[in-house]
């Protein structure tokens, strides 16, 4: 556990080579986190994964223990780039092409920009529950009716603290069954975040113009991508991870691939933690045969959906 200190904030983040001096050669991925929820969630993920990746998490401004006392934070896609970037460089991750990038909910549009601002580092990225959506009248009048959900939400949070409320916000996240622990953090981090921070986030990530500058930015991403959406996600509708995947295959220069879980929710690394890892490994030596120009023992298809 260390933290980078910066004008923005001091973050907080973890490392595995820390403890393991052995993983700095092995390839790293970075984990980015969706909106109001620290970086503890990916635990469970990372302990699968260990072994053969270098693994990094860190807490978001106004996210768990990065602290934003005394600082004026960008609460933009850009500054949370800025904020994961000056993490990427820090720890010579942008050095050679050996970085993975998950991206997670409104973290994917982050994810995004780093691979942009990283391109010569990254082996590859998963964008994982934020998908792409068409603009029509219908869409526009949803993002308005999310923005003032978020209002309410926020000003009223701690209320999901107590049943039946706390139940309904979890189910609402996950569809299939998580532990309390994970449960326990998932409520603590919402209703403890920084709320200036929490509310802006919420909002950028609905702001049709950062939408828009999101669509184009996922299609130029220069490595290979694997879109994983859980189909019965109710934060999220899962068609817009659909809609991605369609537009990167027909227009984008490098392999995308979709995964779908029928019947896991926003959560898939907590739903189902062994399937989502199984499907990651086999991105990442999918990149990895990418760029050394040779063929995987087993092809992988396009569109997977796991039951």
């Not at 706390?166 to 609402?172: A, V, Y």
Request: hydrophobic share 40%.
């Amino acid at each position: 556990m260390s933290y980078l200190t910066s004008s923005r904030c001091k973050l907080f983040y973890e490392d595995t080579a820390e403890q393991n001096p052995s993983l700095k050669d092995k390839p790293a991925i970075l984990f980015v986190n969706g909106w109001a929820i620290s970086s503890r969630y990916w635990r469970p993920t990372i302990d699968l994964l260990r072994q053969d990746f270098r693994c990094v998490t860190y807490d978001q401004s106004g996210t768990g223990k990065t602290s934003i006392d005394g600082c004026q934070p960008d609460l933009t896609i850009g500054g949370f780039a800025d904020e994961a970037g000056a993490l990427i460089e820090h720890l010579g991750l942008d050095k050679s092409r050996n970085l993975h990038i998950v991206g997670h909910s409104m973290g994917g549009m982050v994810a995004t920009e780093l691979c942009l601002r990283y391109r010569d580092a990254l082996l590859s990225a998963t964008i994982l529950a934020c998908g792409i959506f068409e603009e029509t009248p219908f869409t526009s009048l949803g993002l308005m009716f999310l923005g003032g959900l978020i209002d309410v939400s926020m000003n009223f949070r701690n209320m999901f603290r107590v049943e039946p409320l706390r139940t309904l916000f979890i189910k609402r996240a996950a569809t299939g069954h998580i532990s309390k622990e994970y449960s326990d953090i998932i409520i603590e981090d919402f209703t403890t975040s920084d709320k200036a921070a929490t509310n802006a986030v919420g909002h950028f990530s609905i702001d049709p113009e950062a939408l828009r500058t999101y669509t184009r930015s996922v299609i130029e991403i220069a490595s290979p991508v694997l879109c994983c959406v859980g189909m019965a996600d109710h934060t999220i509708p899962p068609e817009g991870t659909i809609t991605l995947f369609e537009k990167r295959k027909a227009s984008a220069t490098s392999p995308t691939r979709l995964v779908q879980f029928m019947h896991l929710g926003h959560l898939p690394m907590l739903e189902d933690t062994p399937c989502f890892v199984e499907q990651l490994k086999k991105h990442f030596d999918f990149a990895e045969h990418f760029y050394k120009k040779t063929q995987p023992a087993t092809p992988l298809a396009d569109r997977v959906q796991i039951q």
